[in-house]
């Protein structure tokens, strides 16, 4: 959907103010970056302000709970329909206990090939069993936030070939720079190992996040933008970062990719404007691509993907900076760029998207489901054509990262959680039951972790909410580097305030006493 009409969102909420004079000379200090506390009927991420209350009494606040910040819509129904419920009975099973997993594909046998973000794969039955390591899988060096195995797809002739797709991010011993690779290779009959691996396209500009077969064979790969704020690569038609590809299965450009004729345009670019996809999937009756993508802060996008279209980022956006820094002084409109279908503020973080075709559950049937991973949800969405015209919100309760949904041949749904430590990640299963589950209702003794704790403990609950899912839970590392027993506490709080590297700025979620709080507590721990 485009809009040929430039225009601007309308902001709501409290601008800070943009200049503040210093208490000694009267100079002028960098402006502030804009705050937008939220009202009194905030509903966060979970639909209203009386489930926002007990969700976060059961999980903790949400990282996004202090973000009020809201845009003006381009159209009606673009953001924030109705939340409805169903009524749809169902009951949830955790089937298997697993590692971090990226991504997941069905075998025509039932079986599950799962991805793991530190590296390898593994096959799981439908009723938990999950496999050693598969071998000959790419090797995977210093996982981290950017880096590491991501998706994997079974090709749509897999009876016949056993071909399976995937992608990684990774700097083996001779690569200059991390690299990012699109691969193939042959499931062996045993399903021990992969066999004939080939890469397809390499690049550093590459952050192949997610990967789908389109109905012609081709590949349509998710290349993420820059994940630490939003920078021009996403407009740049020479760079692969910000934009989906689309390569043959030989890992050749595909004859009517729409810029191959641009000598300054990567040849396999087919659609631009994006920052970070991790939903994506071809529409099994339309055969078009629908994504789901990140934006920073707030924002996040429902688009379907077509041929040459630009989609905007970081020229207009619904969303902020990860510094809480407007995109593009807030522009949400301009000429020739794509409007997303709908939109979420605050951000739930979208990954995992399917289209429910099966009859297990009946009241679901034709709906969109998506993962959320810092909105630690399920969406699903009643669609109208291409227009949301309802919401619920599902599995809250659980206080569990979503990062895959898929549906099983029998029509029972499968969830790959996004948790760290690794280990207390599950295969969860959706089947029918007779009614949903009951909501959870915290102790009226245990409120939150941030409002029980003592002063003295605040750095512990905030290290927790928003530092443990890379850094590990006692700091020595995981995706991202080993922190424990940092004793340079003004050095790690500017860091956790401005962000560095991969990492965002979290000044504008966290208060000052937040930070200070977390980078003390930061040195406490055993190195």
């Not at 200090?29 to 009194?40: D, I, L, N, R, Y």
């Not at 997941?104 to 009723?127: H, W, Y």
């Not at 928003?466 to 590990?472: E, M, P, R």
């Amino acid at each position: 959907m485009n809009i040929a009409k430039a225009g601007r969102a309308g902001l709501t909420g409290l601008l800070a103010a943009a200049l503040v004079l210093s208490a000694g000379g009267g100079s002028s200090q960098p402006a502030a970056v804009p705050q937008f506390p939220p009202g009194p009927d905030f509903a966060g991420v979970a639909g209203s302000a009386r489930e926002h209350a007990r969700i976060t009494a059961l999980c903790g606040p949400n990282r996004n709970a202090r973000d009020g910040y809201s845009t003006t819509p381009a159209f009606p129904g673009q953001t924030r329909a109705p939340i409805v419920t169903a009524g749809q009975g169902h009951a949830v099973q955790s089937i298997a206990k697993i590692d971090r997993p990226f991504g997941m594909d069905l075998l025509p046998n039932g079986k599950m090939l799962v991805s793991f973000r530190n590296g390898g794969m593994r096959i799981v039955t439908p009723a938990g069993v999950v496999s050693e390591p598969l071998a000959n899988v790419p090797q995977v060096v210093q996982p981290r936030l950017g880096s590491g195995m991501y998706d994997v797809a079974v090709d749509r002739d897999f009876r016949r070939n056993r071909t399976i797709y995937f992608t990684y991010h990774t700097r083996l011993p001779q690569d200059r720079t991390a690299m990012g690779r699109v691969a193939r290779a042959r499931l062996s009959a045993d399903e021990r190992s992969l066999e004939d691996v080939r890469t397809l396209r390499e690049a550093a500009d590459i952050q192949p996040r997610r990967i789908v077969q389109a109905r012609d064979g081709t590949l349509l790969i998710m290349s993420a933008g820059n994940l630490a704020d939003v920078g021009p690569a996403p407009q740049t038609l020479s760079s692969q970062a910000g934009k989906v590809l689309r390569i043959n299965t030989d890992g050749t450009i595909p004859a009517d990719n729409p810029f191959r004729a641009d000598p300054k345009a990567d040849p396999a670019v087919w659609a631009l404007g994006f920052r970070d996809i991790h939903a994506a999937l071809i529409h099994p009756r339309t055969g078009e691509l629908w994504a789901a993508e990140n934006t920073p802060m707030g924002g996040d996008e429902l688009n379907v993907v077509r041929r040459g279209r630009n989609y905007g980022m970081p020229v207009i956006s619904y969303g902020r900076q990860n510094s809480g820094a407007l995109i593009n002084g807030g522009k949400t409109a301009q000429a020739g760029m794509e409007q997303p279908l709908y939109y979420w503020t605050p951000s739930f973080a979208p990954s995992g998207i399917m289209l429910y075709t099966g009859k297990a559950f009946p009241r679901w049937r034709n709906n969109l489901f998506i993962g959320g991973m810092s909105g630690e949800q399920l969406v699903r969405l009643e669609m109208r054509g291409e227009r949301v015209v309802a919401e619920e919100k599902l599995l809250m309760d659980r206080c569990q990262r979503i990062k895959v949904v898929k549906q099983a041949p029998d029509g029972s749904i499968y969830i790959l959680t996004d948790e760290m430590p690794p280990e207390q990640n599950e295969i969860l299963r959706l089947v029918p039951a007779r009614t949903a589950p009951a909501p959870r209702v915290a102790r009226a003794a245990a409120p939150s972790p941030v409002a029980a704790a003592p002063a003295g403990d605040l750095g512990d609950a905030v290290y927790r909410r928003t530092c443990a899912a890379c850094h590990g839970p006692q700091g020595a590392g995981g995706p991202a580097p080993r922190i424990a027993g940092r004793t340079d506490a003004q050095a790690v709080a500017a860091v956790v305030r401005n962000g560095q590297g991969a990492m965002p700025p979290l000044g504008a979620i966290l208060s000052a006493a937040e930070v200070e709080a977390v980078a003390r507590h930061v040195g406490r721990l055993s190195p």
